[in-house]
């Protein structure tokens, strides 16, 4: 289970075995491994959106996906000898449990006192520096970085060729000055019509806008039908998109902000504004 869901965020994952040692695919372990393997491979799943636009742009700028703690926060000399905390691309920080039986693990969450953390699955905030927690086997350890915008796609299908044409959410972590930027990159996923057909979008939000700058010409992308953004301070009194007024809530208690069927894709150039 471990090793699954440290696998789950590299680069590369697959279940791999020498041929004369013993089989180890998912199906051949107990139902309560085989539910925990697959809550694992779901976060992969979930997650391809943002690993395919990290690909793209390690091959135009030769930018490593997985990244040691100091490559991204290379002024903090004590990051040097860290070996077990990762970067996954430049918005996720992954901290894989590797050892067996244990109930707590320690996380190095790096930064400065503009730096901020979310917890991936809850949305819990988190000062940087070294962090105990309480862990069991199903517990992933997994943090957003305060500034990020994050696409993940959240329908659960038997593969990601038929996720092609599902609706994308965005998940839009805020850095202490509400500002948060990211893309994603979008082509057909199976030919070399890639090098002359695809689509590069910039998303940004600063001064309570969302907005989305498209370059590029694919056009077969799916819309977006959920915008979360993870540390607003306080509520708006509406979102409007348009000219017309979004649905959405808001968690007093975790500070999210959860925008409803938007109406909007990677395609077209658009702002999201919260009136506050």
């Not at 500034?147 to 609706?167: E, Q, T």
């Not at 994308?168 to 893309?183: I, Q």
Request: one cysteine or more; a positive charge; glycine letters at 6%.
């Amino acid at each position: 289970v471990r090793w699954y869901q440290a696998g789950i965020l590299q680069p590369f994952l697959r279940a791999h075995a020498h041929i004369d040692t013993r089989r180890r695919e998912p199906w051949l372990f107990s139902e309560e491994t085989r539910k925990l393997i697959r809550d694992a491979l779901v976060v992969r799943y979930q997650l391809l959106p943002y690993i395919y636009t990290k690909f793209y742009e390690a091959s135009v700028d030769n930018t490593p996906i997985l990244r040691p703690l100091w490559y991204s926060f290379p002024h903090d000399k004590s990051l040097y000898e860290n070996q077990v905390d990762v970067m996954f691309g430049d918005s996720l920080l992954s901290s894989p449990v590797t050892d067996a039986g244990v109930g707590s693990h320690t996380v190095t969450l790096p930064g400065d006192k503009n730096t901020i953390w979310y917890n991936y699955f809850t949305y819990s905030v988190h000062a940087p520096g070294p962090m105990g927690i309480n862990v069991k086997l199903s517990t992933i350890p997994l943090y957003i970085l305060g500034g990020s915008i994050v696409p993940i796609k959240k329908r659960l299908r038997r593969s990601s060729a038929l996720m092609a044409k599902d609706p994308y959410t965005l998940l839009v972590a805020l850095d202490p000055t509400s500002k948060a930027k990211g893309s994603v990159y979008v082509d057909d996923g199976i030919s070399f019509e890639y090098k002359d057909t695809n689509l590069f979008s910039e998303l940004t939000f600063e001064n309570n806008a969302l907005s989305c700058s498209p370059k590029g010409s694919y056009r077969d992308v799916a819309e977006v039908e959920r915008i979360v953004i993870i540390g607003l301070k306080s509520e708006p009194s509406s979102v409007v998109y348009n000219g017309s007024k979004l649905v959405y809530s808001y968690s007093k208690l975790n500070k999210v902000l959860t925008i409803k069927k938007p109406n909007v894709n990677f395609v077209n150039k658009w702002t999201i504004e919260l009136v506050l």
